[in-house]
């Protein structure tokens, strides 16, 4: 599975991005996907996933309410709407694939990462 990300830009406090996570390889459909991001000199942090149907999702707390992870997978595509959007959410973020059909907040848990693409809010 190869992955590409994109989406990403420089915002305001407020406003709102969509990042789009494309993926390559007849394995998409039967892997969780997640985002995580990462800033400077601090580990990569958990984000969000989805399980394999779409069905399933979860958030950190950070993120939770304000942030909403999808897939569609005729498509393979996972994406990543991001509102209210706070200084705080500055980071690259990275889509993964995990090994299995559900995800969770540990990167050692996931095969496939896209490149990362750089969200920044100013306040």
């Known amino acids: 599975v190869q992955l590409q990300a994109s989406g990403g830009g420089l915002v305001q406090a407020g406003d709102f991005l ?12 039967n892997n969780a996907m997640s985002w995580f991001r990462q800033t400077p000199g601090k580990a990569r942090e958990f984000v969000a996933t989805i399980n394999w149907t779409g069905r399933t999702s ?3 707390d950070s993120v939770k309410g304000r942030f909403t992870i999808s897939r569609d997978n005729a498509k393979n595509m996972v994406s990543l709407q ?3 959007l706070e200084p705080g959410d500055t ?6 694939a995990a090994r299995s059909s559900y995800g969770s907040s540990d990167p050692t848990d996931y095969r496939y990462w896209g490149q990362g693409t750089l969200v920044t809010v100013s306040s």
């Open 18 to 29: 969509r990042l789009s996570c494309a993926a390559s390889g007849r394995m998409f459909s």
């Open 82 to 84: 991001m509102n209210s």
């Open 58 to 60: 979860y958030y950190a």
């Open 91 to 96: 980071a690259v973020y990275y889509c993964a």
